[in-house]
Nanobody, 121 residues
Framework: QVQLVESGGGLVQPGGSLRLSCTASGRIFSINDMAWYRQVPGKERELVARFRKNGTINYADSVKGRFTISRDNAKNTVYLQMNSLKPEDTDVYYC???????????????WGQGTQVTVSS
């Protein structure tokens, strides 16, 4: 089985910074895209940033210039550096990865359990 474990959430004042981490563990042969999503209860989960295996990076317009996604393939880990945080960034942030568990298998989308980010004075 494959698990994604997130860390780094918390409470921060407006204008502050946080760094989220997400590590995939378990039976892993290959990881394709890795991404961060966020969701407020009652709303759809929205893409924050995606780091494709080919190196392509995409950001939501609302976080461009403030957030930076990176990944360490050797550690099966994806990071989200969040700067200049705003109250509207308050959400539960979820890690997402497309994981293949063996050579002949298919890529399956996996999700982390979520980490709360609260931006408030």
């Amino acid at each position: 089985q494959v698990q994604l474990v997130e860390s780094g959430g918390g409470l921060v004042q407006p204008g502050g910074s946080l760094r989220l981490s997400c590590t995939a563990s378990g039976r892993i042969f290959s990881i394709n895209d890795m991404a961060w999503y966020r969701q407020v209860p009652g709303k759809e989960r929205e893409l924050v940033a995606r780091f494709r295996k080919n190196g392509t990076i995409n950001y939501a317009d609302s976080v461009k210039g403030r957030f930076t996604i990176s990944r360490d393939n050797a550690k099966n880990t994806v990071y989200l550096q969040m700067n200049s945080l705003k109250p509207e960034d308050t959400d539960v942030y979820y890690c997402n990865a497309e994981v293949k568990s063996w050579y002949g298998g298919i890529f399956v989308t996996r999700w982390g359990q979520g980490t709360q980010v609260t931006v408030s004075s």
